[in-house]
């Protein structure tokens, strides 16, 4: 775990203070290489080959490098790979581009970025619609992959990234199958739902704990599909009702201004990711006194 939080802390100061590099997050390779064996073997087979392989062969990597004398190297490539699974847009600027679009069309078009390259409707530029589009955004670009690179380390941030850009990724779904896509989506899913219900406790910790567990308990209610169930459309709901909650204690109308909810939501979320990272230093400390 400490090699996790040290590598994590380092991602972030490349992130925020080299912007500019996010143009090396590019997985053009991924579209070749599925279009090479995505068909191998049948459908099942060919889209585990796809993504298989590629993080196969991180996880020797991350293999080979355990051990005392190579942590240096292991923390240099843990921080590349996190890096580089990281986004791959940077939601911290495509919000900022839509809080200082100059006219309306502009804004509109600028939110669109909250979904990158993800095939859905256009996306309406309302309180609701960008307050979830600011938690899905955050869940995939940010805490999906750290969870899972904490859990299996760099091998675990390439497998969410890839299968997250194959589940939802436009430019990869027309080199999928009809099965294939609904298998993908499928696991991506089963990746998303623990990242997604830490993030609704650490929100519960980071905003108003009855809002959170109070829409929680009354989404899955209305929608009587278990709390068990992949279906992970209560973040957005927590989302909206924390914010709401959130800029109704300062006095501001969250219901009716769309970049006020923007700007809270964008809060909530950097919130989030604080809490994550003091669980992971208390881990961090608990490890080194015990």
Same mark, same amino acid.
């Given at each position: 775990?400490? $090699? /996790?939080?040290?590598?994590?802390?380092?991602?972030?100061?490349?992130?925020?203070?080299?912007?500019?590099?996010?143009?090396?997050? @590019?997985?053009?390779? *991924? =579209? !070749?290489?599925?279009?090479?064996?995505?068909?191998?073997?049948?459908?099942?087979?060919?889209?585990?080959?796809? $993504?298989?392989?590629?993080?196969?062969?991180?996880?020797?990597?991350?293999?080979?490098?355990?051990?005392?004398?190579?942590?240096?190297?292991?923390?240099?490539?843990?921080?590349?790979?996190?890096?580089?699974?990281?986004?791959?847009?940077?939601?911290?600027?495509? +919000?900022?581009?839509? @809080?200082?679009?100059? @006219?309306? @069309?502009? #804004?509109?078009?600028? !939110?669109?970025?909250?979904?990158?390259?993800?095939?859905?409707?256009?996306?309406?530029?309302?309180?609701?619609?960008?307050?979830?589009?600011?938690?899905?955004?955050?869940?995939? =670009?940010?805490?999906?992959? *750290?969870?899972?690179?904490?859990?299996?380390?760099?091998?675990?941030?390439?497998?969410? =990234?890839?299968?997250?850009?194959?589940?939802?990724?436009?430019?990869?779904?027309?080199?999928?199958?009809?099965?294939?896509?609904?298998?993908?989506? =499928?696991?991506? #899913?089963? *990746?998303?739902?623990?990242?997604?219900?830490?993030?609704?406790?650490?929100?519960?910790?980071?905003?108003?704990?009855?809002?959170?567990?109070?829409?929680?308990?009354?989404?899955? !209610?209305?929608?009587?599909?278990?709390?068990?169930?992949?279906? $992970?459309?209560?973040?957005?709901?927590?989302?909206?009702?924390?914010?709401? !909650?959130? /800029?109704?204690?300062?006095?501001?109308?969250?219901?009716?201004?769309? *970049?006020?909810?923007?700007?809270?939501?964008?809060?909530?979320?950097?919130?989030?990711?604080?809490?994550?990272?003091? $669980?992971?230093? +208390?881990?961090?400390?608990?490890?080194?006194?015990?």
């Amino acid at each position: 775990m400490t $090699i /996790v939080f040290i590598a994590a802390l380092l991602m972030l100061f490349i992130a925020h203070g080299a912007p500019t590099l996010a143009h090396w997050r @590019d997985f053009s390779w *991924l =579209r !070749a290489w599925q279009e090479k064996v995505g068909r191998q073997g049948g459908d099942v087979f060919g889209l585990l080959l796809c $993504i298989g392989t590629p993080a196969l062969a991180c996880a020797l990597v991350q293999v080979a490098l355990h051990g005392k004398l190579l942590v240096l190297f292991a923390l240099a490539f843990a921080t590349a790979m996190l890096f580089y699974c990281w986004g791959p847009g940077d939601l911290e600027r495509d +919000v900022e581009a839509i @809080d200082k679009a100059p @006219d309306s @069309d502009r #804004r509109v078009a600028a !939110a669109q970025a909250l979904r990158g390259d993800e095939v859905q409707q256009p996306l309406a530029f309302e309180c609701a619609a960008l307050v979830e589009a600011t938690f899905t955004a955050g869940l995939r =670009r940010w805490f999906g992959v *750290l969870f899972w690179f904490a859990v299996l380390g760099p091998a675990g941030a390439l497998l969410y =990234r890839m299968t997250q850009l194959l589940a939802f990724g436009q430019a990869y779904a027309e080199g999928l199958s009809a099965s294939q896509r609904g298998l993908v989506e =499928r696991c991506a #899913r089963i *990746l998303d739902w623990l990242p997604a219900h830490l993030m609704a406790l650490s929100l519960a910790l980071a905003s108003n704990f009855d809002a959170v567990f109070k829409t929680w308990h009354e989404y899955h !209610a209305a929608n009587g599909k278990g709390y068990f169930s992949l279906d $992970i459309g209560f973040l957005g709901a927590i989302a909206r009702a924390s914010v709401v !909650a959130d /800029v109704a204690a300062e006095g501001e109308q969250a219901g009716r201004n769309p *970049l006020v909810a923007l700007d809270d939501a964008m809060v909530l979320v950097r919130r989030v990711l604080v809490v994550w990272l003091t $669980i992971m230093a +208390v881990i961090v400390l608990a490890g080194w006194l015990a």
